[in-house]
Every structure is written in C-alpha cells, then in structure tokens.
C-alpha cells in the first residue's frame, strides 16, 4: 500500500480511526487486506468470524463499517500475531464488541454453537516452495496450514443461510478457489476483478459466495488512473480508512 494514503509508522499503520501495529506479525498491512475489509458486505449482519486475522486489520475495518450491536470474533493460530490483534483492538474504539481467539480455526469453529452472517478471510494461497524465513511467516503464505478446502467446508458449517463468506486471492488462483466452492455447493454471488490500471490484467479477485443461490454481480475495479493518481472507484470503496483521501 503507498504510504501517501496513510501514515506509515516503523511498526504499522496509522488509519482514520485506528492504528494497526504489525511488526511481530508474518504478514503486514497491505492493500489486498485492505480492498477485502472495505468491500465486504456487511448489510443486515450481526455477528463476523475473521479467519486468519493476523494483525486484526479485517476484524477493525469490519468493526468501524458496522452499528454498535455487531459481534466480531477473529482467530487466529499463531500466538504473537494474535497477541498483537489483540492489542490493536484494545486500542482502537471496538474493543467492547471484537475477541480475538488464539486458536487453531478448524479447532474453534467446530466448537461454536453460532452461525455467522459475515465469514471473511484473507488466506494463504501458495502451495509448498521456498522455504519462508521463519515457520510464521510459511504458515501464513502457505496453504498447508489450512488448504482452500478445508477453509470451504469450515465456512460452510458456520455460515446461516445467507451469510457471505469472502476472500480476496490471485486472480487465477482466485478461479481455481471459485471452481472449488462451486463443486462444494457454495453459489458465487459477488466478484470484483482488481487491476492496478485500465491497461493491466487484473491481478487480485475478490469472491463473496453463500450457500444461497442467487444472480452473480461481477465489476471490475482499477486502483490508478493514467496520470497514476487513485482512481474514483478505489477512492470512493477505501476513503472511509485512508488518512489523505
């Protein structure tokens, strides 16, 4: 993400209404986190299951896009990137209403006797390769840990009716994960291909599905325009967030 549409500190991120402090986390702030936790649906629901939270950056911007009677819950494995979500949300105007579990997702979701309206996550997408510079940062880049399957069927058993669960992935990575959900029952129901400009291939998807059947709304959306200054739909989607927007 450039540091001219926020506040770039040595340790995190300074946004609108929270700070993201994310120096003991694998994965740091970044624009696909960023692009998943604004454009996520979040209309009529009650109750959010982050899977995966890392710095607890989903779990905050779905805190400040929803009224005060919504539930967050994020989970996440490893224990220093959950003990600084937690943290984060300690600091931020939420903290009353996200919790933040250390645990194993397909451990703690089983265990829940809630169904959430809103599933998102921002997953692991490479398949085993370069050993990663500390087993962190392999389980968060990896699939190994939890494989697009297994995260499918877990949705699929918390989710209520019509629920969202959202993703954002590599595109082509992103149609192989759709052709996964559909063969397990999910219905695509949004998805907007993101390029970086008009005159590039997209490069990131993101993909709501429910167990619902429905129409499918599919839009394209283009970070910069050709003088390379953000364009009005990446504005208008992120500006609630960003500093100098």
């Known amino acids: 993400m450039p540091q001219s549409t926020s506040v770039l500190r040595r340790n995190g991120f300074t946004f609108k209404q929270f700070f993201v402090a994310h120096d003991r986390c694998a994965m740091k702030v970044g624009t696909d986190g960023i692009l998943l936790g604004a454009w996520a649906p979040v209309a009529g629901v009650k109750r959010i299951l982050d899977i995966g939270t890392g710095s607890g950056l989903l779990a905050l911007m779905l805190a400040q896009r929803t009224d005060e ?53 921002n997953p692991p997408y490479y398949e085993q390769g370069v050993e990663c510079a500390t087993p962190q940062r392999e389980q968060a880049r ?26 954002v992935l590599p595109e082509q990575i992103g149609n192989a ?50 003088d390379q200054r953000y364009s009005e739909g990446y504005t208008a989607l992120t500006q609630a967030f960003y500093l100098f927007m």
């Open 142 to 167: 990896y699939t190994t840990a939890l494989d697009h399957e297994a995260l499918l069927a877990l949705a699929a058993g918390s989710i209520t009716e019509d629920g969202f669960f959202c993703v």
């Open 177 to 226: 994960f759709t052709q996964q959900a559909l063969s397990m029952g999910w219905h695509l129901r949004l998805r907007t291909d993101v390029a970086e400009t008009e005159a590039r291939l997209p490069h990131r998807v993101l993909l709501a599905f429910s167990p619902q059947a429905g129409e499918c709304f599919s839009d394209r959306l283009v970070i910069r325009g050709p």
């Open 69 to 121: 009677n919504v539930i967050i819950d994020a989970v996440e494995l490893d224990v220093d990137a959950a003990q600084q979500a937690q943290e984060n949300i300690a600091q931020s105007p939420w903290m009353h209403r996200v919790s933040v579990h250390t645990a194993d997702a397909q451990q703690w979701i089983p265990r829940q006797t809630v169904r959430f309206d809103l599933i998102i996550s």
